[in-house]
T-cell receptor, first 116, second 112 residues
């Protein structure tokens, strides 16, 4: 069985601060995908990144960066110089890399509030 | 680029009524997933279809049923609605495992 834990229920920071959202996962599968999604107040799920378990390279996309550490089963997400528009609920998710339809297992989500 | 289309966007029903939610996947995507997200909760997997056959089932109540049609669109049928069924219902589609789940904008169901 898979499990994703986002221990931080809510985070509140002031604009321009850096913030890191933690994600820890459990799986017996040797190959899997990890995802991050953003859910703004409007409700849609916005895809941010997908990481293959084979690839432990960190990734940077503008102000966003992701740190994948297979040894600690963590896939943390950092926003640098946060902005008010970053306020949203962020979900980390996991799925095994297997044939056939494989569901996404989500973490509980972290509500991030960026204050002006 | 075409996205996953869900209809309706909003739906208000009374207790004990029925509701049908529709999902149109991205063209050439053969797998559809349904998720339910209650207020303040993470999305919970309900059911999935691969090539028009049910492939996995999660915590879907017996009052709910779903199917995938020959054109790959899917419908989630919900009967005897309860107040607790009020939630955001997402559909997602993929072309193959983990290739990138594309979510629709969701249907917000309110049961009164």
């Amino acid at each position: 069985a898979q499990k994703v834990t986002q221990a931080q229920t809510e985070i509140s920071v002031v604009e321009k601060e850096d913030v890191t959202l933690d994600c820890v996962y459990e799986t017996r599968d040797t190959t899997y995908y990890l995802f991050w999604y953003k859910q703004p107040p409007s409700g849609e799920l916005v895809f941010l990144i997908r990481r293959n378990s084979f690839d432990e390279q960190n990734e940077i996309s503008g102000r966003y960066s992701w740190n994948f550490q297979k040894s600690t089963s963590s896939f943390n997400f950092t926003i640098t110089a946060s902005q008010v528009v970053d306020s949203a609920v962020y979900f980390c998710a996991l799925t095994p890399l297997l044939q056939g339809a494989q569901k996404l297992v989500f973490g509980q989500g972290t509500r991030l509030t960026i204050n002006p | 680029a075409a996205g996953v289309i869900q209809s309706p966007r909003h739906l208000i029903k009374e207790k004990r009524e029925t509701a049908t939610l529709k999902c149109y996947p991205i063209p050439r995507h053969d797998t559809v997933y349904w998720y339910q997200q209650g207020p303040g909760q993470d999305p919970q997997f309900l059911i999935s279809f691969y090539e028009k056959m049910q492939s996995d089932k999660g915590s879907i109540p017996d009052r709910f049923s779903a199917q995938q049609f020959s054109d790959y669109h899917s419908e989630l049928n919900m009967s005897s609605l309860e107040l607790g069924d009020s939630a955001l219902y997402f559909c997602a589609s993929t072309a193959r495992t983990g290739s990138g789940y594309t979510f629709g904008s969701g249907t917000r169901l309110t049961v009164v």
